[in-house]
């Protein structure tokens, strides 16, 4: 149970760093103005939701798409989408990524992009680190304060290894959790329907929220938390605390109260993995 709980917490951090994105180049641009002191790289404008096939990444990619973006179509892109194709007829490679994540990142739009299963190669290669490293440090001053969209991808890779210069300007979410075969079609049913019945109006009364709390009370958007990490979605926390007391609801014990750290566990997961088996 426990396990599963985790992992529900975790598509709710998934939702609430969506629902954020379209302030981080805000608070990227706007470093210095806050009382509460931090450095852009804590505030990743990159998210990777990854886990094993099966547990439901890319039905939450379509779900976030739904709710920031109502009329996006496609709501999401895939990976091979974004790699294209060379004039030679061949398959697009790690450099052409990046060269269009670059093209996305500079069109005028503070929608989240969407990107589902990225290979895992994606994350070891040179362009990639390259590309998280210029992006968190220097796309706030090209863009010259023109805001920028934030990156949810999702990769069927639990288990890849990155540069510390890269990790730490990623979020990491772990969902590994798969969905019960024998209750597939069940679950399906389901979440075409809450699919179907989805809008982008929670996401617009968020928006509003979150605006008058940067404007009435900006020391309110982020905070440390006791181990002294940045809680870069306290402001989002808040908002959504909110609802439920609007609603006269008790919060979920799924609700996830600071921020993960997922990618350290991952790596300490298969640190303890390959010593058992030694």
């Known amino acids: 149970k426990r396990k599963d709980l985790i992992a529900v917490s975790r598509i709710y951090e ?12 805000y608070l990227h641009k706007n ?32 779900w976030i798409g ?15 989408a974004i790699k294209g194709m060379k004039k030679t007829g061949s ?17 005028s739009n503070t929608y989240p992009l969407l990107i589902d299963e990225i290979e895992e190669k994606f994350f070891n290669d040179k362009h990639f680190e390259d590309l998280l490293v210029h992006s968190a ?40 959790i798969p969905f019960d075969d024998n209750k597939k079609l069940e679950s399906s049913k389901v979440y075409q329907n809450i699919l179907n019945n989805s809008s982008d109006e929670l996401f617009r009364d968020f928006l509003t929220r979150y605006l008058q709390m940067l404007q009435e009370n900006p020391d309110e958007l982020i905070s440390y938390t006791e181990n002294n990490t940045l ?15 609007i609603a006269n609801k008790p919060l979920p014990e799924y609700f996830p109260t600071s921020i993960s750290n997922d990618y350290l566990d991952n790596s300490r997961d298969t640190w303890r993995d390959l010593f058992r088996n030694y």
């Open 14 to 25: 998934s939702i609430l760093y969506a629902f954020t994105s379209p302030f981080f180049s």
């Open 231 to 245: 809680d870069f979605l306290h402001g989002a926390r808040k908002i959504f605390k909110s609802y439920y007391e």
């Open 31 to 62: 470093v210095d103005s806050l009382s509460t002191p931090y450095n852009i790289r804590d505030i990743p404008i990159f998210c990777i939701i990854g886990g094993s096939p099966g547990s439901g990444k890319t039905y939450l990619l379509k």
């Open 66 to 80: 739904k709710m920031t973006n109502y009329n996006r179509k496609p709501s999401y892109l895939s990976y091979g």
């Open 137 to 176: 440090n220097e796309l706030h001053k090209e863009m010259d304060g023109n805001p920028f969209p934030a990156f949810i991808g999702t990769t069927n890779s639990s288990t890849y290894q990155m540069h510390q210069r890269g990790t730490s300007r990623i979020y990491y979410l772990k969902v590994d």
């Open 91 to 107: 398959e697009g490679d790690v450099s052409d990524v990046k060269k269009n994540i670059n093209i996305l990142f500079r069109q």
